[in-house]
């Protein structure tokens, strides 16, 4: 079983849901949020204990790329991923700036979020 703690960020409950489930399911610690103001607050919380960062792109409130500075600020060796049905080379591109480690288009497979994931513990820093 995994150590690994992932902090899971999306206002589509359903889309929480199915992802928590097969996270946990394969070994991951997973802490989910609804919105960007909670996720951020959550990870205040747990900082130290958090390895990934699994955020959705639009959200009311506060979004993902604040979201991802908020995160990279405090602690720049958390990976945080952006998901997105809204995908474009425009926010891919802003999303790299702030430092994303990976950027993700909805829908996905679940196989491929396992490998993105896989790959987060397998890269040197």
Request: overall charge negative; aromatic content about 8%.
């Amino acid at each position: 079983m995994s150590n690994k703690t992932i902090l899971l960020v999306d206002d589509d409950n359903q889309l929480l849901k199915v992802v928590e489930i097969h996270l946990s399911r394969i070994g991951y610690n997973v802490i989910t949020s609804q919105s960007g103001n909670d996720a951020l607050a959550k990870f205040k919380q747990a900082e130290s204990l958090i390895d990934v960062v699994i955020v959705d792109l639009i959200m009311d409130g506060t979004n993902g790329i604040h979201v991802l500075r908020q995160v990279k600020e405090h602690r720049p060796t958390v990976k945080v991923m952006i998901f997105t049905a809204y995908g474009d080379l425009e926010s891919a591109i802003e999303s790299l700036r702030f430092k994303a480690d990976d950027y993700l288009l909805k829908p996905f497979d679940l196989s491929e979020l396992d490998s993105r994931i896989a790959n987060f513990f397998t890269i040197k820093n």
